[in-house]
């Protein structure tokens, strides 16, 4: 059995396109993962997991707080990694 198909069907491992379901798409799971709200248990070259259990906490946390939480704390983190 390969690796990365051991990874996904370990309990909890959620791939790239299953975080996006998740948290509601592409965009989303960028700013989150741009904002800090959510990082990947694995990540190499082809495979890229995250934690499901994490992936339910950020997209509570939107639900809580809103998407311009999330977009002001995105954007902060940008803009300090952009300008040291």
């Not at 390969?2 to 960028?30: F, P, W």
């Not at 989150?32 to 890229?48: D, F, I, K, Y």
Request: proline share 2%.
């Amino acid at each position: 059995m390969r690796y990365s198909v051991m990874l996904q069907e370990r309990r909890g491992a959620a791939t790239i396109e299953d975080a996006e379901r998740i948290v509601g798409g592409e965009a989303m799971l960028k700013m989150m993962r741009s904002a800090g709200w959510l990082e990947p248990v694995v990540c190499g070259n082809r495979l890229t997991l995250f934690d499901y259990d994490a992936c339910l906490s950020a997209w509570k946390r939107v639900c809580e707080e809103g998407v311009s939480a999330l977009r002001s704390a995105s954007g902060q983190k940008l803009a300090q990694s952009r300008n040291p």
